[in-house]
T-cell receptor, first 107, second 116 residues
Framework: DAKTTQPPSMDCAEGRAANLPCNHS???????VYWYRQIHSQGPQYIIH???NNETNEMASLIITEDRKSSTLILPHATLRDTAVYYC????????FGQGTTLQVKP | SAVISQKPSRDICQRGTSLTIQCQVD?????MFWYRQQPGQSLTLIAT?????????ESGFVIDKFPISRPNLTFSTLTVSNMSPEDSSIYLC?????????????FGQGTRLTVV
């Protein structure tokens, strides 16, 4: 079973930051949090991952709480092309997908 | 990153037949995985394809239904056997460079299977 819980859907205005929350209260000390997204039933696209420090790359930022029980993916300036299903996954050596959050970016 | 090619990209098959899906990677990878995505659903892990040994199947999936081969570090096949309409799904191959849990996985574009 997936070790994460995400809201089923969220809306965001174009140009604004999209903040996608994820709960992973049973995460173990050496397990990483990964984020992927899937657009129009294409193969999932890797976004970012982290262990306990905040991470940033060209796509997004990942904020992990100090107790590591939750995290937030931030898309700083959402565009219409960011409309997708976003999956938060705890990597246990294999990626077990939950239901994800459907992000709808609106004009 | 790894470039993954899956063949076929889509197919329509008759019930009772079998289809073999190929996954080719442009570099050697340690781990290869097969997923199924039923219409409107999330991805479900079928099995881990192990090079040189039998695949490791997740609960609910069996080798007789989904035989997997992995002859080398860049190639794997998944066969969907004795198909029924319930097998209509997207089947995706995923690869990872290592066993470490700090390793990202990459996905192919999937094979869209329709069983009639």
């Amino acid at each position: 079973d997936a070790k994460t819980t995400q809201p089923p859907s969220m809306d965001c205005a174009e140009g604004r930051a999209a903040n996608l929350p994820c709960n992973h209260s049973t995460i173990s000390g050496n397990e990483y949090v990964y984020w992927y997204r899937q657009i129009h039933s294409q193969g999932p696209q890797y976004i970012i991952h982290g262990l306990k420090n905040n991470e940033t790359n060209e796509m997004a930022s990942l904020i992990i709480t100090e107790d590591r029980k939750s995290s937030t993916l931030i898309l700083p300036h959402a565009t219409l092309r960011d409309t997708a299903v976003y999956y938060c996954i705890v990597n246990t050596g294999k990626l077990i997908f939950g239901q994800g959050t459907t992000l709808q970016v609106k004009p | 990153s790894a470039v993954i090619s899956q063949k076929p990209s889509r197919d329509i098959c008759q019930r009772g037949t079998s289809l073999t899906i190929q996954c080719q990677v442009d570099s050697q990878v340690t781990m290869m995985f097969w997923y199924r995505q039923q219409p409107g659903q999330s991805l479900t892990l079928i099995a881990t394809a192990n090079q040189g040994s039998e695949a490791t199947y997740e609960s609910g999936f069996v080798i007789d239904k989904f035989p997997i081969s992995r002859p080398n570090l860049t190639f794997s096949t998944l066969t969907v056997s004795n198909m029924s309409p319930e097998d209509s799904s997207i089947y995706l191959c995923s690869v990872s460079a290592g066993w470490a849990m700090n390793t990202e996985a990459f996905f192919g574009q999937g094979t869209r299977l329709t069983v009639v």
